[in-house]
């Protein structure tokens, strides 16, 4: 959509640490265009949250410039403000807010489901252990790398990789040692 036809421009709204989405719940409420960029993880332990923010303690509203100031967003729960340069709430371009949105799109859809299970041979595509043989370990939660256990001099080796460095490997008869 343009600015100028519709009026409306994005601010960055700063909030208080592991409240954005209840901000963002509430301003979506109070009919407040609102965006949350965030990212789906499987965390280690399962209660802890499977959503993170993209940017922690930040969102975006869509306001025109003279709701903007307003103490309706300066004073929300959990909210320090928007975002300001002296007295003026700084606006953020439609199309950096775009390039967001396919950044994001980009991240989830490269997204892979756990493809290896704890004890499959694996072998290592990476530039540093190319062509060596592993285990694969475990997927490391809220990041794209895995631990396997790199099969080196007859001692399994914990290593971290990034988890595009692991394809699978070879199951030789009597299984890797």
């Known amino acids: 959509m343009d600015v100028q036809s519709t009026g409306l421009t994005w601010y960055a709204l700063h909030s208080h ?17 609102v965006y949350y960029p965030c990212l789906r993880v499987k965390p280690v332990n399962p209660r802890s949250r499977s959503v993170r923010p993209f ?15 307003e103490s309706e967003i300066r004073w929300m729960p959990h909210a320090h403000g928007l975002v300001t340069f002296g007295d003026q709430a700084a606006p953020v371009p439609d199309a950096l807010i ?13 997204a892979q489901p756990d493809s290896f299970k704890p004890g499959d041979a694996v072998t290592l595509t990476g530039e540093l252990f190319r062509g060596y043989e592993a285990v694969f370990d475990t ?25 595009s460095q692991v394809a699978p490997g070879i199951r030789r008869a009597g299984g890797t040692r």
Do not use: M
């Open 17 to 33: 640490p592991h409240k954005e989405a209840f901000l963002f719940s509430e301003l979506t409420a109070r009919g407040i265009e």
């Open 55 to 69: 940017f922690p303690g930040y969102l975006f509203v869509r306001l025109t410039p003279d709701r903007a100031g």
């Open 98 to 110: 775009e390039r967001v949105r396919r950044q994001i799109d980009s991240v989830q859809s490269q």
């Open 139 to 163: 997927a490391i939660a809220g990041t794209e790398r895995v631990r396997v256990l790199l099969l080196l001099l007859n001692n399994r080796l914990p290593v971290e990789v990034d988890r």
